[in-house]
């Protein structure tokens, strides 16, 4: 059975940094990724990683601010968050694609910027 366990949301000013985790249990992954939903918005991809080769993806919103990693070890994906704006201000969810969607969730870690 596959579980996603996130950890690391919480509260920040703007401009600070938070770092989210998500560990992966159950099998391995195409990619692992953050999505985020703001209130009355939809679900947005922010950031993605395949796990062998290591290629990322990262949302125009927030490039530049947000790095995405891996551990193959731990079997872990990291969402590293700096400069954070209150427009990212969501909850944020740990995705894995088994093939070429994601279908696999986490439950959800809320992260609230304040101004």
């Known amino acids: 059975q596959v579980q996603l366990v996130e950890s690391g949301g919480g509260l920040v000013q703007a401009g600070g940094s938070l770092r989210l985790s998500c560990a992966a249990s159950?099998?391995?992954?195409?990619?692992m990724g953050w999505f985020r939903q703001a209130p009355g918005k939809e679900r947005e991809l922010v950031a993605d990683?395949?796990?062998?080769?290591?290629?990322?993806y990262y949302a125009d919103s927030v490039k530049g601010r947000f790095t995405i990693s891996r551990d193959n070890a731990k079997n872990t994906v990291y969402l590293q968050m700096n400069s954070l704006k209150p427009e990212d201000t969501a909850v944020y969810y740990c995705?894995?694609?088994?093939?070429?969607?994601?279908?696999?969730w986490g439950q959800g870690t809320q992260v609230t910027v304040s101004s």
């Open positions: 990683i395949t796990w062998s080769a290591g290629m990322t």
């Open positions: 995705a894995a694609a088994v093939s070429n969607s994601y279908n696999n």
């Open positions: 159950g099998r391995t992954f195409y990619a």
